[in-house]
């Protein structure tokens, strides 16, 4: 049986949700999704195209198929995601090292495609659509707490560094009633917390209904689910989202708004539309409408021109907002975009020293904000055993921290608990079980 699909993912979460796709596509035309890549039939690699460093670790995986190819012909090998986009001409033409290409808009054709492979040809979709958002597509998911929900594919935005708007193509949304159905599903299953995903998920829009009313409608399914959301462009966070983020107690409290750069000059440069008087200006009146908010944010480091005083102004960005984390990069050229065009002229060694010193105050920041949280009580949301000790259980807080407590019987996986904070490091708080939050089963006394 050429029946065995083995799926490895890379970069974003939307990724990982495509792949849940791409499995729910495959499995309903009678593939097996196994997790032993010698096992497979088909392998598929979903890629990423953000940076440069990202592409590099997929051509190498490559080389390791080719290998495994070579002592089994008829393996199929395919790219999946951004880099099928990017890439396609070289790798099925050029390095003659893959046989199915599939783009973001075409997974619904992955059956034909690998079909045409198996039969010696070449399987490549890589057209990108306006309307394709796989509305009517169950993702296959294994049972657990925490779940991707894809609500809008694409980007407008433009950004001059990214390369994400030539390779997921332009912004669409699904419709609300399938989103929140999705929703319903994962609570009756079980699940705990649900992400809405998209590359800029608050100019969702389906009709008259915008990202504010999703979230306020996905919050109403289930009052114990956690709802987050990631990525906000601050051109779209709207004052109508933070009322509803503060409305809802289980739409956590906690914003991912990427920032890119503390330079005014910079920002224009990446054509961010906004300055950063009023990033902070955004920042305050989401404090003030959500108490308690918490931000993680995206830095680059070394875009084209960026001078010292550019990248001390980043610095000042981080130390005014105290950011709760931050993903932080080199600045990666990229093909096609605009910043392409410019010359890359901050040099390797600068762009590293600088990246090490924004990851250094990030920790900083981190580790001071987490003491802060020591003799306080954080509602926790218990995923299971810790990585390190069956006698620990890790959960998160509503602002998304890693906190450990001590295992008992009756804190299960799935359980609120309230926890007392004392001890903490720059990645993760250590507390101890202070009471059930939910009257439910759970509920019986620990000291019984
Ligand atoms: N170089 C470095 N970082 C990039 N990002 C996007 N494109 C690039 C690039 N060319 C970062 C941005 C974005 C995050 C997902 O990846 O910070 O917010
Ligand atoms: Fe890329 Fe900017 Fe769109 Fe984010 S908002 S996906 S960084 S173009």
Known sequence: MRNKVYIETYGCQMNVADTELVMGILKKNGYEITKDADNANVVLLNTCSVRENAEQRIYGRLGNFKNMKNSKPELVVGIL????ERLRQDLVEDKKIVDVVVG?????????????AFNGGKGIGVRLSRTETYDDIIPYREDGLQAWISVMRGCDKFCTFCVVPFTRG????????????????????????????????????DNENDFADLLAAAA??????????????????????????????????????????GSDRILRLMNRTYNIEQYLGLIEKAKKIIPGVSFSTDIISGFPTETYEDHVMTLDVMREVRYDGAYMF????REGTKAYKMEDD????????????????????????????????????????????????????????????????NIKEGSYVKVKINRATSATLFGEFV??????????????
């Open 81 to 84: 995601g951004c880099m099928a």
């Open 104 to 116: 973001p808009d075409e997974y619904r054709h992955l059956p034909e495609l690998i079909d045409a």
């Open 170 to 205: 332009r912004e669409r949304s699904r419709f609300l009633g399938s989103v929140v159905d999705e929703v319903r599903q994962l609570s009756m299953r079980g699940f705990r917390e649900v992400t809405m995903l998209g590359q800029n998920v608050n100019s969702y829009k």
């Open 220 to 261: 109403q399914v289930d009052r114990r689910m956690r709802i987050r959301f990631t990525t906000s462009h601050p051109q779209d966070l709207s004052d109508k989202l933070l009322y509803t983020i503060a409305e809802h107690p289980n739409v956590c409290n906690y914003i991912h708004l990427p920032v890119q750069s």
């Open 330 to 333: 080199k600045y990666s050229p």
């Open 346 to 409: 901050v040099s390797e060694e600068i762009k590293t020293k600088r990246l090490q010193e924004i990851i250094e105050l990030q920790q900083q920041i981190s580790f001071e904000k987490n003491r802060e949280l020591i003799e306080m009580e954080e509602i926790v949301l218990v995923e299971g055993k810790s990585r390190k000790s069956d006698e620990f259980l890790t959960g998160r807080t509503d602002t998304n921290k890693v906190v450990i407590i001590p295992s008992h019987e």
């Open 435 to 448: 009471d059930f939050v939910y009257p439910d089963e759970n509920k019986i006394a620990l000291t019984a």
